[in-house]
């Protein structure tokens, strides 16, 4: 067990330094010497997990969609949007997203390495289905349709905020994004009840890690 | 005045063959040669134009903000829409228009050659002021902060179609974009006269296309 948690730790270790070099320098001019370097594991350590620098880029993207910070809400449609407003959060400190976002646009590599836009597209899809037979969105609409519409959406938005504010007004541009997108898709009656304020994703992670303190997992030292 | 025309087309066939370069290496690997031999003028000629790569690259992303395809239309917003119709058609086929986004979303090189994302987004907020003072937008809505938006999610949406369809759905993922957001802005008395269907950038370019040929504006040939 103890040996099953150290390799819990080195593959994380090594997706961290993995995430940290392909942001930096980008897939292609990445080398998996410096990410040995990066992660201090040895190369066997390193191949024990990842087989090639092609797995090690499916690993950090993989590793981008995580269900750390979803909490169930009475709202579908707030489920959707915590999704979105935790992440605009969350960027821009962590690298693994960071560098997972940098990879899925990456023209070139995908064909390599895949995306994370499919498993995004399906998130939010099945959030908008369900919310759709609770009767929280509009009849028109065809969840798949939105979805694809909204990661397009957030993508550029995620874009345009690193150039133009290296991310510091993420929060606000993705609350904007949202107030101009739900009046399309949401019922009245849920609107009302939705909360899109920029410092949403802020409050939703202190209360997953609130939480987190409160009731620990029990994990094995 | 023969002497003046010649220079406009020499001007024309340096940026076209700027962008052409720009748009397949990227501007950090174009190099002026390359950019010289494609355009088939003189050094002398390309240089009275361009003192540099830098103005070569604003050469570029300032022809792609002309108003060839505006037409007047009763509703102001039905303009906007326009905007980016057109835009969403002409893009696979002009590489001006290909370069000039490759160039504005350059986090390097905007630094030295700027970026249309200023224009693009002063055009768009004008259009939206006119749209909300003959009363097509609702009154909360702060022009500026929709044109950010859109611009976005415009961006966003024109790199997810090239990357997964090299650009054959964009006229359907931009008409989707902009059913998606015009409810959050638009007066129902305006929405219900907008045509936002994924053909009216064809059907806009051909109309102003035929217009110059009934009645072209007259050169010296």
């Known amino acids: 067990m103890v040996r099953q948690e150290r390799a819990i730790r080195t593959r994380r270790a090594v997706v961290e330094a993995a995430a940290a070099v392909f942001a930096e320098r980008g897939y292609t001019a990445a080398t998996i010497a410096e990410i040995l370097e990066r992660a201090g594991v040895t190369k066997g350590a390193l191949y024990f997990h990842f087989d090639s620098k092609e797995a090690l880029a499916r690993g950090v993207i993989n590793a981008q969609i995580s269900d750390d910070y979803w909490v169930p809400r009475e709202l579908k449609l707030q489920e959707w949007v ?99 997108v739900l009046p399309a898709i949401a019922t009245p009656a849920a609107l009302i009840r939705l909360d899109t304020a920029p410092d949403r994703g802020a409050r939703v992670v202190e209360e997953v890690e609130r939480q987190q303190r409160e009731s620990p997992v029990p994990t094995e030292a």
């Not at 349709?145 to 993705?174: K, P, Y």
């Open 82 to 180: 915590d999704i979105g407003m935790t992440l605009a959060h969350r960027i821009p400190k962590e690298v693994i997203l960071l560098a997972g976002i940098r990879l899925s646009a990456d023209i070139q590599g995908r064909s390599l390495f895949g995306s994370a836009w499919p498993a995004w597209t399906q998130l939010v899809t099945d959030k908008l289905v369900e919310a759709k037979a609770r009767g929280e969105v509009l009849p028109h609409v065809t969840p798949r349709e939105t979805a694809e519409c909204f990661l397009g959406a957030w993508i550029g938005t995620q874009f345009m905020s690193e150039v133009v504010s290296d991310w510091t007004d993420l929060n606000d541009r993705i609350s904007v994004l949202y107030n101009h």
